[in-house]
């Protein structure tokens, strides 16, 4: 399996959680890595735990979905062209369909969908990326209906999910592959903030997903799996990696 040496990939949501993960692994197998997220401290910090000293980072508000290509144009300055993507950045807020806001739909489907979609169309243009590379977008399998108080974060990953399977004809025009990872319940800060709130939370996923909570690590062995030659004949596709929760 060829992997990633001396590519370029850019990493939303690269600080922490799957993106950090993501991030780290590719550059341990040498890429260099361009990571994004709008927090400059938590970007300093992931770029100091990241293998390599050719990683970037770029400071960027993805909820500001009318502006996505200053990301591009930076990497123009910096003489980058894209081998590989991949979207890990997610907004997972905990509400009942009552607390719902217009404000929060709109924060949540912008981060989680519309800002990669803009990605994706910037992306795919010659001068930004080379032919035949990957694309890959962490969906949920919370996109297929498993979670309380979950509606928003579900129903995003799920548009999230669909227009991976959309897109994935049209950018064969350049033999970009684009598929979607969909995890289990993972260690990430989701899962922090739900034990704040259910007692025994770890036992009760152990009743749920067989296989018990997801590292992040090995979500990202997954996703180099998807951005990898192994993976040329798969696009359109969701990679379920649930932790056996669907065997229930």
Same mark, same amino acid.
């Given at each position: 399996? !060829?992997?990633?040496?001396?590519?370029?990939?850019?990493?939303?949501? +690269?600080?922490?959680?799957?993106?950090? $993960?993501? $991030?780290?692994?590719?550059?341990?197998? +040498?890429?260099?890595?361009?990571?994004?997220?709008?927090? /400059?401290? !938590?970007? !300093?910090? $992931?770029?100091?735990?990241?293998?390599?000293?050719?990683?970037?980072?770029?400071?960027?508000?993805?909820?500001?979905?009318?502006?996505? *290509?200053?990301?591009?144009?930076?990497?123009?300055?910096?003489?980058?062209?894209?081998? &590989?993507? %991949?979207?890990?950045?997610?907004?997972?807020?905990?509400?009942?369909?009552?607390?719902?806001?217009?404000?929060?739909?709109?924060?949540?489907?912008? %981060?989680?969908?519309?800002?990669?979609?803009?990605?994706?169309?910037?992306?795919?243009?010659?001068?930004?990326?080379?032919?035949?590379? =990957?694309?890959?977008? %962490? @969906?949920?399998?919370?996109?297929?209906? $498993?979670?309380?108080?979950?509606?928003?974060? +579900?129903?995003? !990953?799920?548009?999230?999910?669909?227009?991976? =399977?959309?897109?994935?004809? /049209?950018?064969?025009?350049?033999?970009?592959?684009?598929?979607?990872? *969909?995890?289990?319940?993972?260690?990430? /800060?989701?899962?922090?903030?739900?034990?704040?709130?259910?007692?025994?939370?770890? #036992?009760?996923?152990?009743? @749920?997903?067989?296989?018990?909570?997801?590292?992040?690590? =090995?979500?990202?062995?997954?996703?180099?799996?998807?951005?990898? #030659?192994?993976?040329?004949?798969?696009?359109?596709?969701?990679?379920?990696? #649930? &932790? &056996?929760?669907?065997?229930?």
């Amino acid at each position: 399996m !060829k992997v990633c040496q001396s590519k370029n990939y850019l990493v939303t949501g +690269g600080t922490s959680g799957i993106g950090l $993960a993501v $991030a780290k692994k590719l550059a341990s197998v +040498g890429a260099r890595v361009i990571i994004i997220s709008n927090n /400059e401290e !938590k970007l !300093k910090n $992931a770029i100091h735990v990241i293998k390599g000293d050719s990683n970037l980072y770029f400071k960027y508000n993805l909820e500001d979905t009318r502006n996505i *290509s200053s990301i591009f144009e930076f990497l123009h300055s910096k003489e980058i062209i894209l081998d &590989g993507m %991949v979207h890990c950045a997610g907004i997972a807020p905990l509400c009942l369909i009552q607390d719902n806001t217009v404000e929060l739909m709109e924060s949540v489907f912008n %981060v989680n969908v519309f800002s990669f979609l803009e990605l994706v169309k910037y992306y795919q243009q010659e001068e930004n990326s080379k032919a035949n590379t =990957k694309i890959v977008a %962490v @969906s949920s399998i919370t996109a297929k209906g $498993a979670g309380y108080r979950q509606t928003l974060y +579900g129903s995003s !990953k799920a548009a999230l999910s669909s227009s991976v =399977k959309l897109m994935a004809k /049209e950018l064969l025009n350049r033999n970009i592959h684009i598929n979607t990872i *969909s995890p289990g319940v993972c260690d990430t /800060e989701l899962l922090n903030k739900l034990k704040y709130e259910s007692e025994n939370l770890e #036992d009760k996923i152990m009743q @749920s997903q067989s296989l018990g909570i997801i590292s992040p690590e =090995k979500v990202s062995e997954a996703i180099l799996f998807l951005l990898s #030659d192994a993976a040329d004949y798969l696009t359109g596709t969701d990679l379920i990696f #649930d &932790g &056996g929760a669907f065997l229930k």
